[in-house]
């Protein structure tokens, strides 16, 4: 999303839902961060035995990185707030696995922003319900609210907030 907002705009954003582009989930992808993060457990990295010995079908993406691709998903959905000089990731609050995401599968990040506020001179803290959801699934990946720190310059800080 090349959209860009102010500080001052944010609060308009409250409530309102914006969702990522599709990414497919590949087994490249998968075995990637398979060795990123040395967890070659074989539901996700052994298509084969995945097939045979899983309730899968095959192999499944980690639920980690299915947390990961949230980072990509936000940068494609989310307005730039045009004063930002960094966002910090604060973390995660009622985080939620609901369905795996087989290998191939497309997915996309919903967000929907639930409070967004001031915190000292240069920060503001956003608090967003997400999910991951699944191509042509009823249940998502994950669900999950996700609290960052936008940093800025304290003189750009709206009058009014």
Same mark, same amino acid.
């Given at each position: 999303?090349?959209?860009?907002?102010?500080l001052?705009? !944010?609060?308009?954003?409250?409530? !309102?839902?914006?969702?990522?582009?599709?990414? #497919?989930?590949?087994?490249?992808?998968?075995? +990637?961060?398979?060795?990123?993060?040395?967890?070659?457990?074989?539901?996700?990295?052994?298509?084969?035995?995945?097939? +045979?010995?899983?309730?899968f079908?095959?192999?499944? +993406?980690?639920?980690? &990185?299915?947390?990961? &691709? *949230?980072?990509?998903?936000?940068?494609?959905?989310?307005p730039?707030?045009?004063?930002? #000089?960094?966002?910090?990731?604060?973390?995660?609050?009622? *985080?939620?696995?609901?369905?795996?995401?087989?290998?191939?599968?497309? !997915?996309?990040?919903?967000?929907? *922003?639930?409070?967004?506020?001031?915190?000292?001179?240069?920060? *503001?803290? #956003? #608090?967003?319900? !997400? +999910?991951?959801?699944?191509?042509?699934?009823?249940?998502?990946? &994950?669900?999950?609210?996700?609290?960052?720190?936008?940093?800025?310059?304290?003189?750009?800080?709206?009058?009014?907030?």
């Amino acid at each position: 999303m090349s959209m860009e907002i102010s500080l001052a705009e !944010v609060k308009d954003e409250i409530g !309102v839902e914006r969702h990522s582009r599709w990414f #497919t989930v590949s087994q490249a992808r998968i075995d +990637a961060f398979a060795d990123a993060t040395e967890d070659h457990q074989f539901i996700h990295t052994d298509p084969v035995r995945a097939a +045979a010995e899983s309730p899968f079908g095959g192999t499944i +993406a980690h639920g980690f &990185l299915s947390i990961s &691709l *949230l980072s990509a998903m936000n940068y494609d959905a989310l307005p730039r707030i045009r004063e930002q #000089t960094m966002g910090i990731n604060y973390g995660f609050e009622k *985080l939620r696995f609901i369905a795996p995401v087989k290998c191939d599968a497309r !997915v996309r990040g919903r967000f929907i *922003l639930q409070e967004a506020r001031f915190r000292g001179a240069g920060m *503001l803290m #956003t #608090t967003y319900d !997400v +999910a991951v959801e699944i191509e042509n699934e009823k249940k998502p990946a &994950l669900t999950a609210t996700w609290v960052t720190i936008i940093q800025f310059d304290p003189k750009d800080r709206p009058a009014d907030a």
